[in-house]
């Protein structure tokens, strides 16, 4: 069982130290609110005054902050984290930060002996709790191995992304999609709401289509992926469509922003010449865009 110095013990951190201490290792837990502190000792956790203190004697230190400046701060601070590690021992950046920032940090502590690698998490504080988060690494395969054990108590699903650094990068794209989404739905739920549609039988129709579904799960693998943009669905069509959504909502004075924003690509598409292919081939529009 290995000593982990577990700095951060928020939403997220509390539940995932919990959990390794669950299996057996030894957590030592510091956060600068002293309630959170507190209750992680209420779990049998030893707590710590500082995070220095926390990563005194650890294996590994992992973070789960709220951003760079608070990991660069703690890890690198005047209150000697890194300075406190023990030779050999692994920090495990597990928070959602700019990937310069990570690598910046990482090299910093490369300069001192320490080895970072980067870990952020899918999915949400329920999962935290649950054990069943995904985890997203960026790391050499050696620190992953050794790491392993601990992502195991934290998730269910360990996704190597690459080298120190490309963990966090996969992190942002996730959560753009997701946070663009997340508006998209909104707006989505909003436009429904407003032709006098009841939500359930909104998402009784968007669980059936691409809408819902996602087009990495429906119309992307068969076609653009596979270099297919023959059209089953032509963009010029899907612009037709978009336009007759704006038009309504319009009439309905809801404002779409995404959707105007999206419109400008699928004029640029058409504008292009591209409006006879297959709409997933937008994929090859992005690149292009003034
Ligand atoms: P949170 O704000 O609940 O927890 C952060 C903790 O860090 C707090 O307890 C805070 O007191 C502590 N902290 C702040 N500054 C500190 C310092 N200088 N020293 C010690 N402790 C300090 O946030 P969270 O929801 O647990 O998220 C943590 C990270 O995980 C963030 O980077 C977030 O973007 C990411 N994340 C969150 C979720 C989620 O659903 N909440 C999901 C995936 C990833």
Redesign the pocket.
Known sequence: MARIGF????????HMALNLLGKGHVVAG????EG?VAAFGQEGAKVCAS?AEAAEDAEFVIT????GP?VE??MLGAGGTAAAMAPGALHID????LPTQSDAIREALAARGVTMIDA??????SE?RTGKLLIIVGSDSEQLERARPLFECMGDTIVHCGTAGSGIRM?LVNNYMTTVTNLVTAETLTLAASCGIETATALEVLRGTAAGRGHINTTYPDKVLKGDVTPGFMIALARKDLVLGLKTAEGAGVKLTTGAAALDVYDFAVDAGQGGEDWTSILNIVPDLP
């Not at 510091?30 to 609110?33: C, G, L």
């Not at 789960?64 to 951003?67: E, K, T, Y």
């Not at 597990?94 to 930060?97: A, D, G, L, N």
Request: aromatic share 6%; hydrophobic share 40%.
């Open positions: 700095i951060g013990l928020g939403n997220m951190g509390f510091y956060d600068r609110d959170q995070a789960m902050l709220p951003d608070v701060e703690v597990m928070s959602t930060i952020p998490v899918g999915r949400t504080a935290a992190k």
